[in-house]
């Protein structure tokens, strides 16, 4: 099983899926400055090239940033994790756009060429409350994305392991 995590900044998932125990062979960062980078070293991942990655069985989209090309999303199982109750609030400020919403929250989903609009795998939520702003909400989603990433990644890894034998 390998896997390859994708990541452009504080990398606060990256540290999720570290703390979990889950075995990361590699992390892609389109930011040469993210914190995740530090995370990584720390807990002696190798730091990649895109074409360095060889073939994984799941590369994850954690706060990852950059556009991937349609060949690229074609050729490898790639999941992404996006701050809102997809399909509502596709793209950025996301948390922003969800203030008058009732209820906020989370999605894991397949990645494809269109952004943000793969398959659903998992989605949680929570509630909006009138005293929230956006610093608030975000830190909910954060809260429910470093719960449930490395969950959805375990049962991942599973179902390709047993796919396998
Ligand atoms: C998360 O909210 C993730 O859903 C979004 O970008 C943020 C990344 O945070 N795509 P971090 O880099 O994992 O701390």
């Known amino acids: 099983m390998k896997l390859i995590v994708f990541i452009s900044g504080n990398g606060s998932n990256l540290q999720s899926i570290i703390n979990n125990g889950i075995k990361i062979d590699g992390v ?3 930011n040469p400055n993210a914190y995740g980078i530090i995370r990584a070293r720390k807990a002696n991942i190798p730091i990649m090239e895109m074409d360095e990655i060889g073939n994984p069985d799941l590369i994850v989209l954690a706060g990852y940033m950059k556009i991937l090309s349609k060949e690229f999303v074609e050729k490898y199982n ?3 994790i996006h701050p809102s ?4 609030y ?3 400020n996301t948390h922003q756009r969800a203030l008058n919403d009732s209820k906020h929250g989370m999605t894991i989903h397949k990645v494809v060429e269109e952004l943000d609009s ?3 795998i ?3 939520s ?3 409350y009138d ?4 610093e608030s909400l975000k830190n909910r989603v954060l809260e429910l994305e470093h719960k449930w990433l490395p969950v959805v990644i375990k049962q991942l890894i599973k179902e390709i392991e047993n796919d396998r034998y």
């Not at 109750?85 to 509502?88: F, G, M, V």
């Not at 005293?131 to 956006?134: G, I, K, T």
Request: net charge negative; hydrophobic share 40%.
């Open 126 to 128: 929570i509630k909006v």
């Open 28 to 30: 892609v960062s389109s």
């Open 118 to 120: 793969g398959e659903i």
């Open 85 to 88: 109750l997809l399909p509502k």
């Open 122 to 124: 998992f989605q949680n």
């Open 78 to 80: 790639i999941i992404n």
């Open 131 to 134: 005293f929230d702003d956006e």
């Open 90 to 92: 596709k793209g950025l």
